[in-house]
């Protein structure tokens, strides 16, 4: 096949810049050939490489007493105690289910369920953050449908619980959805599985499913905006196949008791060509390939297809050649390919092979690690105009909790979270929908709290009060269960960094995330950079998800029960009157105004630590966010049956989102020994009033409980289905 001509449109339609492809020159001395300028992109693209982002992530907290292993690994690791670990990493697939939603979504969550169990891990958990345009938009209502068939699709067959996530609706996500998966596995803290090859002449082996044209430049169109162009990238998505990547699994996890491994990493971004130039860098080898020898369901496939194609479902490990039969017979069992593909090699050398032609071969550390790295210019964003508050109008607080619960933004989820098997393994002990995700972990007393959060106005408005707030939210979700916060990922979605503006806000939010993660105990071990989610120069807000895991020692721990008829309700932390970027301005009054709510770091931490410490006395609890005290009141209502009379009826009272606070439903003698403890301790706490009737009653206000009930359910299934 005659390869193509390098000229500057085929430099640029490969995203790299001149001034990268003159670095690629000086690297080699020579004008790279047609794979060798396909591999340079993918490993130089923005998803591989991180070159905007690499220097502020470095600033983010990764160590801790209880973290194996941090960033750079295919997932992270957390010990949990008695020689177990859990393996947990969120990743974004952002643009591929823009351009085909089921595809796009499902080969999402193929792909973070490979990067928990190339570690060592069983897959345990799932969860999603989905983010979709306006609910009028014409292309929302395929994308959500697409995506959610797509998430479910995928995990129910595999079979792993999704056990909660996110789901949000705004016009700046119109032309660019947000698809952000989340995988958590268990493993054994003596058994965790790297990428680092080693040993010289080790066989590399290719394992999985075939190889097709699938996904060629993928990792290089998730690294560029949108245009009128969207349409021609349909052939960038990849295609998954759940079946196949049980399997895939199965003899990983059987492949890894026999010890044959030496290192072993999942094929994700850039397939074929990132996971060897990365086990290959890690243990400072080369490694050559000879591609004639990779199983392929297609025909007369191109050397530069078989380097750049993201076929699921595929591995590739450094084998240990003593143990080749029994591998080969491990994977032949379970009806997958096995093929040894290469070698490593002593040299500094990347050297790839089609036939009898060298079709790369490329000085394979400096591939790796001299990826162009930015200095972005950046522009801080200015600080917003604090909210004159006399001009909100004045609306009933049941009217106005009423206009928030058939909003699709703070309905249930219900009719998404049904479309997942939520119970599958049989140890998922709170489903999704109730605050953050419980499982048990299987054979012992040890409950693993699982959730994601983020508030994208606040960190539009104010990036690094934002970027605090994302993580104290997780760190109050995972608390509000009872659960110690142990670690967090992060999957960071902005516009163009090309901006000064939107490089401005990455900077901002990743500077807030850093502190909140530090003074909360909470490192980040793993997460992804999600860059260029624009559309004809519109930019999405900037999204940086955290997902945040926590773990309860004892079961009997656990605070997941719900109010009772008479139960007093408490609220622990400062009543809070701030309305600023508020549920309440967006959703009922159309409009963005005021700053982010300010997050206190220090009294973050005395209160969820309050809660925890004090847990046997709280019946049931969950964190006050958006939507401030009615909202959270309603939902504790909702659950329980029951109605709630809160002593209030001031707007700002009721809907303030000020942070640092929860909502405890106890018994009053439990009331009083809480209100003694916190007196001690240090910690505000009020009693705001008590769960009795049928009713959401707000001092005259009043809504019949049903009928809100009715609209909180119903109203997703209603826009959507």
């Not at 699994?249 to 044959?260: I, Q, R, V």
Request: proline residues 5%.
């Amino acid at each position: 096949m005659q390869e193509p001509e390098i000229t500057p449109d085929l430099i640029e339609a490969h995203g790299l810049k001149p001034d990268e492809y003159q670095r690629i020159l000086d690297i080699l001395g020579r004008e790279p050939g047609f794979t060798e300028l396909g591999i340079f992109s993918a490993m130089w693209n923005e998803h591989c490489s991180y070159k905007s982002s690499r220097k502020w992530l470095r600033t983010l907290p990764t160590s801790g007493r209880r973290v194996i292993c941090g960033p750079g690994e295919n997932a992270g690791v957390v010990d949990i105690g008695d020689g177990q670990a859990v393996v947990f990493k969120m990743e974004s697939h952002n643009h591929p289910s823009y351009i085909e939603p089921y595809q796009g979504a499902a080969t999402g969550v193929g792909g973070i369920l490979r990067d928990v169990f190339t570690m060592g891990a069983r897959p345990v958990a799932a969860m999603n953050a989905l983010s979709f345009g306006s609910p009028d938009h014409p292309r929302t209502r395929t994308l959500l449908h697409g995506v959610v068939e797509g998430i479910g699709g995928y995990g129910n067959c595999f079979g792993v619980p999704t056990v909660g996530g996110e789901l949000r609706f705004d016009p700046a996500y119109d032309g660019n959805c947000l698809v952000n998966a989340f995988a958590a596995g268990l493993a054994e803290t003596d058994a965790i599985f790297y990428s680092a090859a080693s040993g010289v002449g080790m066989p590399v082996v290719y394992l999985g499913a075939r190889t097709g044209r699938d996904g060629v430049g993928g990792a290089t169109m998730a690294s560029a905006e949108f245009d009128e162009s969207i349409e021609e990238k349909r052939p960038t998505v990849q295609v998954g196949d759940p079946f196949t990547e049980k399997r895939l699994m199965e003899a990983t996890l059987e492949l890894m008791a026999t010890g044959a491994v030496i290192s072993i990493q999942d094929m994700g971004a850039a397939g074929l060509t990132c996971s060897a130039v990365e086990m290959g860098d890690k243990g400072g080898l080369g490694v050559r390939l000879q591609l004639d020898d990779v199983p392929q369901r297609e025909a007369h496939m191109s050397a530069y297809e078989m380097m750049l194609s993201e076929s699921q479902e595929r591995m590739l490990m450094v084998l240990r050649p003593e143990k080749e039969r029994e591998a080969r017979e491990v994977f032949e069992k379970w009806d997958l390919d096995f093929a040894i593909v290469g070698e490593t090699i002593a040299e500094d050398r990347f050297l790839v092979m089609h036939g009898n032609t060298v079709k790369a071969d490329l000085p394979l550390a400096t591939l790796s690690g001299s990826a162009p790295e930015y200095d972005r210019t950046w522009e801080e964003t200015p600080a917003p105009a604090p909210l004159d508050t006399s001009g909100v109008p004045h609306i009933d607080p049941a009217d106005a909790l009423g206009a928030l619960l058939a909003s699709p933004n703070y309905c249930s989820r219900h009719w998404v979270f049904e479309q997942y098997d939520t119970m599958v393994m049989a140890d998922t002990v709170r489903p999704p929908g109730q605050g953050a995700g419980l499982i048990r972990v299987h054979g012992t007393d040890k409950l693993l709290a699982f959730t994601s959060d983020v508030t994208p106005r606040y960190v539009a408005a104010n990036p690094v009060e934002g970027g605090k707030q994302a993580v104290a939210e997780a760190f109050r979700n995972l608390t509000a269960v009872g659960a110690t916060p142990l670690a967090a990922t992060d999957n960071l979605n902005f516009g163009n960094p090309e901006k000064p503006a939107i490089m401005g806000q990455l900077v901002g939010a990743i500077k807030g995330i850093g502190a909140a993660c530090s003074a909360l105990d909470m490192p980040v071990v793993s997460g992804n950079v999600s860059l260029y989610n624009e559309t004809d120069g519109a930019a999405i807000l900037p999204t940086p998800t955290i997902g945040a895991v926590g773990l309860i020692e004892n079961a009997e721990d656990a605070i997941t029960g719900t109010a009772r008829e008479g139960h007093v309700a408490l609220l622990i932390g400062a009543e809070g009157t701030h309305l600023g970027q508020s549920a309440l301005l967006a959703e009922v009054f159309n409009r963005a105004e005021g700053d982010a709510p300010p997050v206190d770091l220090e009294g973050e931490r005395r209160n969820g630590e309050f809660i925890r410490d004090n847990r046997q006395w709280i019946r049931a609890c969950t964190d006050i966010s958006d939507g401030g005290l009615a909202l959270a009141g309603f939902e504790m209502a909702d659950a329980a049956g029951v109605g709630l009379s809160l002593d209030s009826s001031d707007t700002a009272v009721l809907f303030g989102e000020d942070q640092g606070r929860y909502l405890v439903a106890c018994s009053f003698d439990a009331a009083e020994a809480l209100m003694i403890a916190a007196g001690r301790a240090g910690v505000e706490i009020a009693s705001v009033g008590r769960f009795t009737g049928e009713a959401m009653k707000f001092g005259r206000s009043e809504a019949p409980l049903n009928e809100l009930s009715r609209i909180y359910r119903g109203t997703l299934a209603e826009t959507f289905a």
